[in-house]
T-cell receptor, first 114, second 108 residues
Framework: ETGVTQTPRHLVMGMTNKKSLKCEQH?????MYWYKQSAKKPLELMFV???????ENNSVPSRFSPECPNSSHLFLHLHTLQPEDSALYLC?????????????FGDGTRLSIL | RKEVEQDPGPFNVPEGATVAFNCTYS??????FFWYRQDCRKEPKLLMS???SGNEDGRFTAQLNRASQYISLLIRDSKLSDSATYLC?????????FGAGTRLAVHP
């Protein structure tokens, strides 16, 4: 399924690097999400965007900076990350953010911080 | 009380067995319910929506009990390929809330 695509699939970076994760959805949805999933842990919601406006920031540290230029694209800019930030980062989209419709996920970016 | 609670498992069952998972939710105003499947190190994938009247998709049956605030997933004739973590998802407070998942391991 190519409804939600994420790049890169894997990323290894040092703690002082700056990198960005990219997400694109081809489903015509209005809401997009970033989730973090650490090994053997549940999904943690990070950010929610609706019509490219941020509607939720779940107390995420400022070293994670999201950007949503339009309803189809979502970025997560990374800067000065810590080893505990190593995780699977998942992007999702849905028709609206209210929870009436299911979310569709991308394949995720597996991030490792050295 | 967690907003969405699931037994983490693992449920270890032989091929061909029938297995059922329950999930309880705390918000009585919730209106939308879903089951997702997540394979190891992969993204969650929508398995099925859960309707008030219950619904069936092949070997999978989902049911909703509003009075007791739980949803269930029944898998009949388990296959090795059913081994995964099953996430219960409920809408509440204007967003979707994901459970931590129930792990299923089907063995030969």
């Amino acid at each position: 399924e190519t409804g939600v695509t994420q790049t890169p699939r894997h990323l290894v970076m040092g703690m002082t690097n700056k990198k960005s994760l990219k997400c694109e959805q081809h489903l015509g949805h209005n809401a997009m999400y970033w989730y973090k999933q650490s090994a053997k842990k549940p999904l943690e919601l990070m950010f929610v965007y609706n019509f490219k406006e941020q509607t939720e920031n779940n107390s995420v540290p400022s070293r994670f900076s999201p950007e949503c230029p339009n309803s189809s694209h979502l970025f997560l800019h990374l800067h000065t990350l810590q080893p505990e930030d190593s995780a699977l980062y998942l992007c999702a989209s849905s028709q609206d953010p209210g929870g009436d419709q299911p979310q569709h996920f991308g394949d995720g970016t597996r991030l490792s911080i050295l | 009380r967690k907003e969405v609670e699931q037994d983490p498992g693992p449920f270890n069952v032989p091929e061909g067995a029938t297995v059922a998972f329950n999930c309880t939710y705390s918000n009585s105003a919730s209106q939308s319910f879903f089951w997702y499947r997540q394979d190891c190190r992969k993204e969650p994938k929508l398995l099925m929506s859960v309707y008030s009247s219950g619904n069936e998709d092949g070997r999978f049956t989902a049911q909703l009990n509003r009075a007791s605030q739980y949803i269930s997933l029944l898998i009949r004739d388990s296959k090795l390929s059913d081994s995964a973590t099953y996430l219960c998802v409920v809408n509440g407070y204007n967003k979707l809330i994901f459970g931590a998942g129930t792990r299923l391991a089907v063995h030969p």
